[in-house]
């Protein structure tokens, strides 16, 4: 799944302010995400 198009998402930053992916376009991002079950 390396180097794919996702859909836009929005996510809630540390300082507790809305961030979208649209804010880094045209950047490289690395996206780490993680989940305990």
């Known amino acids: 799944m390396l180097l794919q ?3 836009d998402i929005q996510l ?7 961030v979208s ?3 880094y376009h ?8 993680w989940a305990s079950w």
């Open 5 to 7: 198009k996702i859909k």
């Open 12 to 18: 809630r930053g540390l300082d507790g302010n809305m």
């Open 21 to 23: 992916l649209k804010d």
């Open 26 to 33: 045209g950047k490289n991002t690395l996206i780490f995400m």
